[in-house]
């Protein structure tokens, strides 16, 4: 069991905690009601879709080698190393992926039955076609620099929506903008964890943002992802889609300065990079719980 738990990255499993919380507690915020039942099958249908993209992404970096160019080894980039050590085979690895997605698929499938329309449907097929794709079969888009985009997409905007469409049978604008500062997060995840991967990406010609602008250049880019989450709470915040309170969120302002200046500092330096990879995924959870809690105080008051 340990093996396995190391192998589907369990950790990391707040990458699909935050956007059901955050579109689960704003469909609080507007009906009043939540029901834990769907909440709870949303959260462990998305967990195992996120297993199976982890366990399937593992494999296909087996194939194309990637993973065993990586030297840069640490908790946060260069996957499990399950296949490499030799703790599990790459058959089993693989039969792992495709069971927790069939898992994942059927809990879409039932809520997609329980639920008005075929919303939670086309969500689940977005997400299972990115499960595949992402490092198999011909598209392989994580070799091809859409990546960060997919994960993005799948772990934010898409997310939210659907643990919120759970609770209100219906997609609203505010929906659609909570998803926004959730994707920027987990894409920023992604994004510095790929800084202590680049030289085995560019060896496996694994075309991330890091390998396309460069790392030196790509610090930008995660400067940017940083300022655009904020960006996407505040002015949602004072126009009147988020609730006021959601400007407590802000407050991890300091831990995000925090990071970037540790990023421009150490991009390059392995293993100096890690403390900001570390938290850059407390980051993302802290701020996501924070959104979310802020949409539950403000119906309680």
């Not at 008005?116 to 011909?138: D, K, M």
């Not at 390998?211 to 915040?237: E, H, M, N, Q, W």
């Not at 390059?268 to 995924?281: E, L, S």
Request: aromatic share 10%; charged share 10%.
């Amino acid at each position: 069991m340990r093996r396995w738990i190391k192998a589907i990255r369990a950790p990391f499993f707040t990458a699909s905690l935050v956007p059901v919380v955050v579109g689960t507690s704003l469909a609080y915020l507007h009906t009043g009601t939540v029901n834990l039942v769907y909440a709870l099958l949303c959260l462990t249908g998305l967990i195992s879709l996120h297993a199976s993209v982890n366990l399937l992404n593992d494999y296909g970096d087996h194939i194309t080698g990637n993973d065993w160019y990586n030297k840069n080894i640490s908790p946060f980039n260069a996957g499990s190393r399950s296949i490499q050590n030799g703790e599990l085979t790459p058959r089993e690895v693989l039969i792992g992926g495709i069971i927790t997605l069939i898992l994942g698929s059927l809990a879409g499938l039932y809520l997609n039955y329980v639920s008005h329309g075929n919303v939670i449907l086309i969500l689940g097929l977005i997400g299972v076609f990115s499960v595949l794709f992402y490092t198999l079969g011909p598209l392989r888009l994580g070799y091809r620099g859409v990546g960060e985009l997919m994960v993005g997409v799948n772990f934010g905007i898409l997310s939210v929506l659907g643990a919120y469409y759970l609770q209100a049978n219906k997609i609203t604008l505010p929906a659609i903008l909570a998803g926004i500062p959730v994707a920027l997060l987990i894409t920023a995840v992604l994004y510095i964890n790929e800084f202590p991967d680049h030289y085995a990406d560019k060896m496996a010609d694994k075309r991330t943002l890091i390998v396309i602008l460069g790392p030196d250049k790509a610090r930008v880019g995660f400067y940017i992802i940083i300022i655009g989450t904020y960006v996407s709470i505040f002015l949602p915040a004072i126009l009147g889609e988020f609730t006021t309170l959601s400007l407590i969120s802000l407050i991890t302002i300091p831990l995000a300065i925090k990071i970037t200046l540790h990023l421009r500092r150490y991009y390059d330096k392995f293993p100096d990079i890690i403390p900001a990879n570390a938290r850059t995924v407390q980051l993302h959870l802290i701020t996501g719980l924070l959104l979310g809690l802020s949409f539950i105080t403000t119906r309680l008051l």
